[in-house]
């Protein structure tokens, strides 16, 4: 490889792992308390697979929407305490409204590092990236 080719390679490989470390997904894992509801029909069967939302009792944007577990649950971990609204319905028209009361939560967090372990992932990657153009350049060198 010539200088102003190695030169190109570098630049490239440097421009592309800006790019690869856009594509990175941080997770968290938390073990806290969390507010369990378990809705089921008159006969005890699990209100299952079935849409809910949950927002703040005066209102304004539902902060979890989905659907109940196989068991009719639905596992809530409130950001704040306060007064929360819980709207449940199914396709044939079952459904429920109903308010309940959130206490401060605390819990102990694990995550994947986040911001600065995907820097010096990325410091490492043009690291090694530099060490081995060097190398081929030291090799390149030496055969003329």
């Not at 941080?26 to 299952?48: K, N």
């Not at 902060?63 to 409130?78: M, N, T, Y």
């Not at 449940?88 to 986040?114: C, I, L, M, Q």
Request: glycine share 16%; with cysteine; proline share 3%.
């Amino acid at each position: 490889m010539k200088g102003k080719q190695c030169r190109w390679a570098i630049v490239g490989a440097a421009l592309w792992s800006g790019v690869a470390a856009g594509h990175g997904l941080h997770y968290e894992v938390s073990r806290a308390e969390a507010v369990v509801i378990r809705l089921s029909y008159s006969d005890g069967t699990p209100f299952a697979y079935e849409g809910f939302e949950i927002r703040p009792e005066e209102g304004g944007t539902p902060v979890l929407v989905g659907r109940s577990d196989r068991e009719g649950r639905v596992a809530f971990l409130p950001p704040r305490a306060g007064k929360w609204r819980l709207r449940a319905w199914s396709e044939d028209g079952h459904g429920v409204d109903v308010v309940f009361s959130t206490t401060e939560r605390e819990g102990v967090k694990e995550n994947n590092g986040g911001r600065w372990d995907r820097l010096g992932q990325a410091a490492i990657g043009v690291g090694v990236l530099l060490g081995v153009f060097g190398v081929v350049q030291l090799f390149l060198r030496r055969s003329r």
